[in-house]
């Protein structure tokens, strides 16, 4: 398993339930080598259902916060719009932090930390063979590569890289919020907030632990901070600002008060991306099919990585065939969450943002 993220460590949870033995690279250093992330909420069908083939049903709903599914939306003018609540027992979509789940997904495995992968090399006579960053290789029966958007396993199999969506993403965050930051806390509430401006978005999430993640996201080109030193946060927020000008000030606190800006533009493969099978390598989660981060993308890469597993581990037959039969399954689903999700994002950022309104009202109408 190339890559230690939900969906690779999933794959190595399940299989480590069977009792399979499973190697995973990861080329971090180790598990608090860079922040997690934000939240994740995981579906029913799809993440809760993996994290239920790895026997991890219970713990994950000990860690999840259902409260945090709640969502309201703001006009730019700081009127509200929408202020959906989920009910007492709804466990549809429940958040959790990335890092906690991170943690309850390592449980036992044994993973290879700092072994950053430079390409994989099939069809060799002692298997598929990973070369490695420090200039080492070595061979397995399968590889199955989950790292991520730039996969470097991708290549053994596909030649298409990600292509930019014309959308970027800014994220700040604000800490000890209900203490420091109590307006905004109260502003925020439980889940996240939205407001949707004219090709333009805000959104604030709120983690555990008092802490907020905030994400401006706009249409523009890949060069639009050309001239901006992305590494000065008073020029990133002052950049920022000028492009969310004449929104509520409120909302617009929530950049102001941001210590430290990340940089991310929104890249994706084509919807329908497939390739030749190739014995010994394979694909799952963003490697296999990065869409637009509209909650499906985790939640897809855990459903493989735990059925792929159980295939794996419970199905009698040739390897190989199982692979097979797993990337057909998976292309089919990938490829419609791609087209609702390629869709969902451009209408949440959209010439006209009552799309995004429109949007929330099908997906979960009050």
């Known amino acids: 398993m190339v890559g230690g993220g939900p969906g690779g460590l999933t794959f190595a949870r399940v299989l480590h339930r069977h009792g399979h033995p499973v190697t995973v690279l990861e080329r971090d250093r180790g598990p608090d080598a860079r922040p997690p992330g934000g939240m994740l909420d995981l579906h029913e069908g799809m993440g809760q259902l993996a994290l239920d083939k790895a026997g991890l049903l219970a713990e994950f709903e000990a860690l999840s916060r259902p409260e945090a599914q709640a969502m309201r939306i703001l006009d730019v003018d700081g009127t509200v719009l929408?202020?959906?609540?989920?009910?007492?027992?709804?466990?549809?979509?429940?958040?959790i932090d990335r890092g906690q789940l991170r943690d309850l997904l390592l449980g036992p495995l044994d993973v290879q930390w700092g072994r950053g992968v430079t390409r994989v090399v099939p069809g060799t006579r002692d298997g598929a063979r990973v070369h490695f960053e420090d200039g080492r290789q070595e061979a397995f029966d399968l590889v199955v590569g989950a790292d991520g958007a730039w996969s470097r396993t991708r290549p053994a199999l596909s030649p298409v890289t990600p292509h930019?969506?014309?959308?970027?993403t800014v994220e700040t965050s604000l800490d000890d919020v209900d203490t420091r930051h109590p307006d905004l806390a109260r502003l925020v509430g439980d889940g996240s907030l939205a407001v949707y401006g004219v090709n333009?978005?805000?959104?604030?999430q709120r983690n555990s632990g008092g802490h907020v993640k905030v994400y401006a996201q706009f249409r523009a080109p890949l060069d639009w901070h050309a001239g901006l030193d992305l590494a000065d946060p008073d020029a990133v927020r002052s950049s920022l600002l000028t492009l969310f000008d004449g929104w509520a000030s409120p909302v617009l606190d929530l950049l102001r008060r941001g210590t430290a800006f990340a940089h991310r533009p929104l890249h994706v493969l084509p919807v329908a991306h497939t390739w030749t099978h190739v014995p010994g390598v394979t694909l799952l989660g963003d490697a296999a099919h990065l869409m637009p981060p509209l909650g499906a993308g985790a939640n897809l890469a855990m459903l493989e990585g735990a059925e792929l597993a159980e295939s794996i581990a419970t199905v009698q037959g040739d390897l190989d065939e199982t692979v097979r039969a797993f990337e057909e399954g998976m292309w089919a689903r990938a490829g419609r969450w791609a087209k609702i999700t390629t869709a969902g994002l451009e209408r949440l950022v959209s010439s006209d943002p009552a799309e995004a309104l429109a949007l929330f009202d099908q997906v979960q109408p009050s």
């Open 82 to 95: 929408r202020d959906w609540r989920p009910g007492p027992d709804d466990r549809a979509n429940p958040e």
């Open 164 to 168: 930019y969506t014309g959308i970027t």
């Open 200 to 204: 333009r978005k805000l959104v604030a």
